[in-house]
């Protein structure tokens, strides 16, 4: 009797451990998931993303912010790219996005290149994470193993995009706040902050920072004044430079503009403002090697939200729709 029930017990035992290892492996995500099922996509992705960066340097910023604001809703899963329908919304209309985010375009080309060679394989979610590390590299960032296996949602929020996704008038608490949601640390949210190394944002979002604010140097917020009006009007998309240091530099001149409080941003700002945050910024802004090497893991945290893997989702063929 004694040796059955060790039997039984040893079976059930064997089964939990192939249970555990069987989700373990299905949820692991692995900078070689592609290199035997389709070993052309990451070089498609990468060569696709310097001619879009070439063509138009702001292209980067925009690709690595499509990301991020993917990774906010739902986790990586590729939803931010989903079009509405007739029977469904998508993240593309939330007050954060709308007439916002860009390179759509750049992600459905490569996304036809790749379904050319390697139909139903390559998950836009993968697509977005690795044209993120390939804008930075591209604009003088140091590169990282993107972790791939990623699957695609079959549904979007909108809901969530409007209210997960910080904005520009955000605190230094509602910072750390929407980080910490998303399961990262005030150290991830100051360090993902340097990606306003590169790219610009219209003048409807810094408009009151630079004519209201107190902590920003006058001469900057003065010659901000000259291409944004103080009232809403045409000048409203009009653009101005994240980081007026080194624009189109993927480096650590943000943090440069913070010390010396010309963050475009209110958010940008509250970083650098006698808080908690300021002796994070002082080493990123003599230490470039520090902040990237930091950058690098905390997109690599970043891109570990929330993954659909396994049987989890589905590969779109088009990642404006769903199967």
């Known amino acids: 009797m004694a040796s059955v029930i060790f039997f039984v017990k040893s079976i059930v035992f064997c089964m939990a451990l192939v249970f555990c290892w069987s989700a373990l492996t ?3 995500l692995s900078p070689t998931f592609y290199d035997t099922k389709c070993p052309q996509a990451l070089k498609i992705i990468k060569t696709t993303i310097a001619q879009a960066v070439a063509n138009e340097s702001r292209m980067g910023a925009s690709l690595l912010r499509l990301f991020f604001h993917d990774c906010f809703v ?3 899963d590729g939803s931010v790219l989903l079009d509405d329908t007739a029977n469904f919304t998508g993240e593309k209309g939330a007050g954060p996005n709308f007439n916002s985010l ?8 490569i996304k036809l290149q790749i379904e050319s060679v390697c139909s139903g394989v390559v998950s836009c979610a993968d697509i977005l994470a690795t044209a993120a590390r390939d804008s930075v590299v591209q604009l003088g960032g140091l590169t990282w193993d993107v972790l791939l296996g990623r699957r695609d949602a079959r549904t979007a929020s909108i809901t969530a995009a409007n209210r997960n996704l910080p904005g520009p008038t955000s605190s230094l608490s509602n910072l750390k706040s929407a980080f910490k ?3 990262m640390n005030a150290t991830d949210m100051v360090t993902l902050s340097g990606a306003h190394t590169i790219g610009n944002a219209r003048c409807l979002f810094y408009r009151s920072r630079i004519y209201s604010e107190t902590n920003i140097d006058q001469t900057f917020a003065a010659s901000l004044q000259a291409n944004c009006s103080s009232n809403s009007g045409p000048t409203d998309n009009n653009l101005g430079f994240l980081d007026v240091t080194t624009p189109t530099l993927f480096d650590n001149g943000y943090y440069q503009d913070l010390i010396n409080f ?5 958010s940008d700002q509250a ?3 006698n808080g908690t945050a300021d002796a994070q910024v002082t080493t990123y802004s003599s230490d470039q090697i520090a902040f990237f090497n930091d950058f690098a893991a905390a997109m690599i945290k970043l891109g570990n939200i929330k993954p659909l893997t396994g049987k989890k989702g589905e590969i779109r063929k088009n990642c404006r729709s769903v199967n």
């Open 262 to 266: 010309k963050g475009l941003f209110h």
């Open 26 to 28: 299905e949820a692991a």
């Open 271 to 273: 970083l650098f403002n």
């Open 181 to 183: 949601a998303q399961g």
């Open 102 to 109: 860009r390179g759509f375009e750049v992600i459905d080309t």
């Open 74 to 76: 739902q986790g990586c």
